[in-house]
């Protein structure tokens, strides 16, 4: 899995991306690139957006099965995010 822009990902997921919001694609790269699951605060903060927009980017990703949660047992528990394989 290498490169960063929407043109590196395979057709499928490409298709998927293009009818949600242009900040899902955004969280979707930012996930992909970093190779490592990801709570939303730390999304938010890598792609400037607000909690609430990346919040409802990785539902609308949950939804369309690119991306999925686990949780993170530390103190507060949280939330990790990662693209789906």
Known sequence: ???????????DVRRRLE?????AALVYLELRN???P???KQLAYDTMRPRSTVHSALRKLH???LVSCS???????TSEWRVNE
């Not at 009818?19 to 900040?23: K, N, Q, S, Y």
């Open 63 to 65: 939804e369309a099965d």
């Open 71 to 77: 949780p993170r047992y530390h103190d507060p528990p």
């Open 34 to 36: 970093g190779q490592q």
């Open 19 to 23: 009818d949600l919001p242009p900040a």
């Open 1 to 11: 899995m290498s490169g960063g822009t929407l043109a590196d990902l395979d057709d």
């Open 38 to 40: 990801r709570t939303l």
